[in-house]
């Protein structure tokens, strides 16, 4: 499957896709060996209903909770793991980067090219990745309105998506507000939900953070039905020996039962 046969997203028309795409797989690059046993059945996922899915996976962890948790391979490693996916199953890919310098570099390789809900307000780093021409995955920050993101569109250019993953509420806790999704598809741009970084308890776990994995699922169905246009989830083959973010990854085998069900609500609530 080609990524431009059923790209989601065209600046001249506006949200063009005919169903739902997703955004799924490990939260970071732990060996290529995991990384293209998720791909490989990712594929089969997308060919059989032939939908976009997008393999996710970062090179470097840059903000983990603790100086001693698990990163990444790095950049270079990381990319080039990222190229053997794409030409091994030729699904598109999506990785972050956290400094304007990196770009470039990962424009080389990833399609779309994601900024940290910690970021979003970057502007340097906003601007670099807009120059690369390629699609730039906004996560909205824990800490913004869905009505500030219209600031970081104007920063990130015209190739845009808005990720959804949940607000601060208080210390160590998010809350999902469902009214953000509209807000966001005001602004013309396809609108992501990220089910498993929604159910995250940030630095919860004395130097790491938590999770709900068994609200993901469910907060994913609300999404489809408040109008998202693609879910996100971090999934693994054994999410409780994850390098990260393990208690609100989900697994593969969970995530793909799901894919039916989450398609026929979208084209229900459509």
């Not at 160590?172 to 598809?185: E, G, H």
Request: glycine share 6%.
């Amino acid at each position: 499957m080609k990524f431009l046969e059923y790209y989601p997203f065209k600046e001249d028309k506006g949200i063009t896709n005919k169903n739902l795409f997703f955004i799924a797989g490990p939260c970071v690059i732990e060996t290529e060996k995991i990384c293209l046993k998720v791909a490989e059945k990712l594929a089969e996922v997308a060919n059989t209903f032939k939908i976009v899915i997008i393999f996710k996976a970062s090179f470097d962890k840059a903000n983990r909770t603790s100086i001693n948790s698990y990163r990444g391979p790095g950049i270079k490693k990381g990319l080039n793991i990222l190229k053997k996916i794409k030409e091994k199953t030729s699904l598109p890919v999506l990785t972050d980067i956290h400094l304007p310098e990196q770009a470039e570099e990962v424009s080389q390789v990833a399609d779309v090219i994601q900024i940290p809900a910690f970021l979003c307000r970057q502007t340097d780093l906003l601007v670099s990745a807009a120059k690369t021409k390629k699609i730039v995955n906004i996560k909205k920050g824990q800490f913004m309105s869905p009505q500030d993101m219209k600031f970081s569109i104007e920063k990130a250019g015209k190739r845009v998506w808005l990720t959804e993953r949940g607000t601060f509420f208080g210390y160590n806790r998010l809350v999902v507000d469902f009214t953000s999704i509209p807000v966001l598809k005001t602004f013309g741009t396809p609108v992501v939900f990220d089910a498993t970084h929604s159910v995250q308890i940030p630095g919860g776990g004395n130097g790491c953070s938590l999770g709900n994995r068994e609200y993901a699922i469910p907060l994913a169905k609300a999404a489809v039905c408040m109008g998202a246009d693609g879910l996100f989830f971090e999934v693994h083959p054994t999410p409780q020996k994850a390098l990260c973010d393990r208690d609100n990854t989900i697994s593969l085998k969970d995530f793909i039962e799901n894919v039916p069900l989450f398609l026929e609500l979208y084209n229900k609530f459509r």
